[in-house]
């Protein structure tokens, strides 16, 4: 394979065999790859590129004014993370980033208050770039709006109900960061990511235009993925997975570092369910049914039916020095 399958999702709005053969093309491309680029997505392009402007900016800061709002500083697993700051399999990943949330007030801690809600709580924003805010609370409805159509498309792909993820999604919790990989100089690849799965149900990621890095597992070879103009590259996560019984495959995939005096700039959003939601199992047609292969059974990747489980699994192994200073309860071995 030389790249990854492009999907058209203004299909939706055509007629019923433009719709029904995009939904086959999705169950298609998520069973066999568990990748696809997605134009006809309608997200303005003007508004791709403010997010991009802005992200620049943003990291042009003085580092002062990034480390105010350190994730250190919160308990949600908010803001800046400082290059280095981040961990996948346990290495540093180079890169530097903010991570923003749907802004909602934090959950009390208590007995009967299961750990995850720590990750529901407002943002961390840089007093010097107020545009910041503006850009990533528009990003975040509109991908929302783009996942939540995915979604019942690939319900209906699976001999399922439009609805059957809908109560899961009420509300949605939606996540973004922006991302900076810096140029590295390096014998073999360095790693801005390291090589994971994506914890959740859906990623729509989006990468300046013409930026290589972005690698996904296919047959114990890594594919180089560029998308085209204006695409977001989608992938699914555990959960799905989880939800289809193995059918679709949440799939490794790893960012390796740009060359000595470049750097790359990215924007995953990822669509997730209610913290406290589990995700309902499609029982597939008997044809798809005979293709699941099983859920992933990791002993060193447990995976979690309820959201909110999950994705703190994630949080803790990446940023262990936000758990020191926010959580110490939950440090391993604690």
Same mark, same amino acid.
């Given at each position: ?22 939904? =086959? ?137 439009? =609805? ?133 059974? =990791? ?36």
């Amino acid at each position: 394979m030389t790249g990854i399958p492009v999907l058209d999702l203004s299909l939706l709005n055509g007629t019923p065999d433009q719709q029904a053969a995009f939904r =086959d093309d999705l169950r298609r491309a998520t069973h066999e790859v568990g990748f696809f680029s997605l134009v006809g997505h309608s997200v303005p392009a003007e508004l791709i590129d403010r997010a991009y402007e802005v992200a620049r900016a943003f990291f042009a800061l003085p580092e002062s004014h990034k480390l105010a709002i350190e994730n250190v500083n919160s308990p949600h697993f908010r803001g800046y993370t400082r290059m280095g700051g981040e961990r996948t399999q346990g290495r540093v990943d180079i890169r530097e980033q903010i991570d923003i949330g749907a802004e909602r007030p934090a959950v009390p801690a208590g007995d009967d208050v299961p750990d995850y809600w720590a990750l529901q709580g407002p943002n961390l924003w840089p007093e010097a770039l107020t545009e910041l805010r503006e850009v990533a609370e528009e990003w975040i409805a509109r991908l929302d709006e783009v996942g939540t159509r995915l979604l019942r498309a690939w319900a209906e792909a699976l001999g399922a109900p439009a =609805d059957t993820f809908d109560a899961a999604f009420t509300p949605s919790t939606p996540y973004l960061k922006v991302v900076r990989y810096p140029g590295v100089e390096a014998e073999q690849p360095a790693q801005g990511v390291g090589a994971h799965k994506d914890l959740g149900v859906l990623t729509l990621l989006s990468v300046e235009e013409g930026k290589a890095g972005l690698q996904v597992e296919k047959d114990g070879e890594w594919i180089d993925v560029t998308p085209p103009p204006g695409a977001f590259v989608v992938n699914i996560g555990e959960l799905l997975e989880i939800a289809t019984d193995g059918y679709l495959k949440a799939t490794l995939h790893r960012v390796v570092s740009p060359e000595p005096g470049t750097e790359r700039i990215s924007i995953p959003y990822f669509h997730g369910p209610s913290l406290d939601a589990r995700i309902p199992s499609i029982e597939l047609p008997p044809a798809l049914a005979a293709e699941a292969a099983g859920a992933t059974d =990791d002993p060193a990747n447990p995976l979690h039916a309820v959201f909110g489980e999950n994705w703190l699994k994630s949080r803790l192994r990446a940023h262990p020095n936000v758990v020191e200073a926010q959580h110490p309860h939950l440090l391993v071995g604690a």
